[in-house]
């Protein structure tokens, strides 16, 4: 559920991949699907044996969260971890996803394995350079407007967008960008992240640099997704976590 927007009011989240190839976990051994009631809702990123993150819209309505690890297969395989305890920024306004992040802690730890790998946290304020060429992945829905999410994990390439260019893109029908988000994706359109990505990691130079948020559909042209950018939580997470 990446967010779709519209009028002032940001698009609710669309989380799912357009134009992705098949993903094998053992390449993406952060990524968790977080379910309710085994239903896969966003996705997520492991940062240590008992914490992840992901995007607080995901939290909205999920009375019993639980995560997957482990498996490229949506619902199916790799260990089902009950979520104990999850954190919602304080600050997180659910009309226009500012401050668009969430941590959860699982009851049991993490198995470290080949297919289940914590991944590393860029430092607070660190920039991830504009045209750098980052991951996202997820199973989310694989073409704007569909309603089934993807049975495979699957990843595109986006390239980082400069703030300035962000701003003017979603200025207009959206009042700008927050300085907690940033933009990536694809000028021509065609190849992005959407509904069931949600909370889904983006990550470049081997570190978590974003949290799929929301967008203005998915995969238009000049319309980027916008991701929450980790550095700017990156104090946030040590305070509640100790990670």
Known sequence: MRANQTSLRRPLPSGKIIGGSVAAITNFPYQLSLQDWNAHICG?????????VTAAHCFLNLPVPKVRSGTATRGVGGTVHNVANYIIHENFNQNNFDNDIALLQVDTPFQFSDSVQPISLPAQGEATPVGTQAVVSGWGVTVNGGTEYSSDLLYITVNIYSDS?????????????????????????????????????????????????????????????????????????????GV
């Open 44 to 52: 997520a990123a492991i940062i240590s044996e008992s914490w992840a």
């Open 165 to 241: 260019d962000c701003n003017d893109k979603y200025y207009a029908d959206y009042g700008g960008l927050f300085v907690g988000d940033f933009c990536a994706g694809h000028a021509e359109g065609g190849i992005d992240a959407c509904q069931g990505d949600s909370g889904g990691p983006l990550a470049a130079g081997g570190k978590l640099v974003g949290i799929v948020s929301w967008g203005d559909q998915c995969a238009l042209p000049d319309r980027p997704g916008v991701y929450t950018r980790v550095s700017y939580y990156r104090d946030w997470i040590k305070e509640k976590t």
